[in-house]
Nanobody, 125 residues
Framework: QVQLVESGGGSVQSGDSLRLSCTNS????????MAWFRQAPGKQREFVGA?????????YYADSVKGRFTISRDIHKYTAWLQMNSLKPADTAVYYC?????????????????WGQGTQVTVSS
């Protein structure tokens, strides 16, 4: 059973860094891909980045975070991380990790089968 638990959110200043973690407490990885999304108040859930659990863990990112955010994962720890550097106030949102059996449409929230509870990230100027 897939149960995603995020941690690592908080309040920081512009330019600071945070690292979010997402652990599958069910300690299984039947899904092919995982991703990070975020949702700011009054806005739709937005794709941040995604990676595959198998192989080399190819990653890709939204243009808004490319070069600042990095996804990594350790399949033996059933955990993925989102390293966020050079944070901006526009990055303020609740961040969610998600997992999917799908190999397509990975930027679309509807493609995901499992979601974590979310963790708040607040960046002040």
């Amino acid at each position: 059973q897939v149960q995603l638990v995020e941690s690592g959110g908080g309040s920081v200043q512009s330019g600071d860094s945070l690292r979010l973690s997402c652990t599958n407490s069910g300690r299984t990885f039947p899904t092919d891909n995982m991703a990070w999304f975020r949702q700011a108040p009054g806005k739709q859930r937005e794709f941040v980045g995604a990676t595959s659990w198998s192989g080399e863990g190819i990653t890709y990112y939204a243009d808004s975070v490319k070069g600042r955010f990095t996804i990594s994962r350790d399949i033996h720890k059933y955990t993925a991380w989102l390293q966020m550097n050079s944070l901006k106030p526009a990055d303020t949102a609740v961040y969610y990790c998600a997992a999917t059996y799908s190999r397509d449409h990975l930027r679309w929230p509807g493609a995901y089968n499992y979601w974590g509870q979310g963790t708040q990230v607040t960046v002040s100027s």
